[in-house]
């Protein structure tokens, strides 16, 4: 994603329904409740959460939100706009949310994903997180399957 057409800011209190919207369209195709609004505002109301959000011109093009406690921080979700995925917006957000953690004083990023999501997987093997655990059926979908969790983490030292 083009650094001269994009934006990474702050996600603020007027984005929420932004966010909301990103969340719903990108975790939809896994049978995943979109997170609300008021989740997303609950979310960032507590400690050590701050969320970014990438734009391209008007448009939005993705967000991410994390939290960072102490010297860990924990990359809570991170969505791209499936048609503009591919283009290094989701590197672009994480590379973002790295920095930030970074800057607040963590010395690792910690995250979750579905043993399922390879797109997920292969980008945050690219940023050089490695698999440190397993959560057996820590998901579980709307047609009720179960699906396990990875916990992955990259040293920001
Ligand atoms: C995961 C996600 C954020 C990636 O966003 P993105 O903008 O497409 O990511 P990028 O374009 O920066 O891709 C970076 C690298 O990740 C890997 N990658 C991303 N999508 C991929 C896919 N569908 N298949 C294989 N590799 C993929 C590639 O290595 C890619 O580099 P390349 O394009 O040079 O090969 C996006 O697919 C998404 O929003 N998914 C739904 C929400 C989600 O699963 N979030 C993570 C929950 S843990």
Known sequence: MNDQTSVVSALAALDLDRAAALHGEAFAPFGERGWTRREIAELLASPGVAGLLLRTGDDDAGFALYRTVANEAELLTIAVRPQL?????????????????????????????????????????????????????????????????????????
């Open 85 to 157: 995925r591919r283009r290094g917006a989701g590197s672009r957000l994480l590379g973002a949310v790295i920095e930030h953690a970074r800057e607040a004083g963590a010395t690792a990023l910690f995250l979750e994903v579905a043993v399922d999501n390879q797109a997920a997987r292969r980008l945050y093997d690219a940023a050089g997180f490695q698999t440190v655990g397993r959560r057996t059926a820590y998901y579980r979908r709307s047609d009720g399957a179960a699906a396990d969790a990875l916990v992955m983490r990259l040293t920001l030292n």
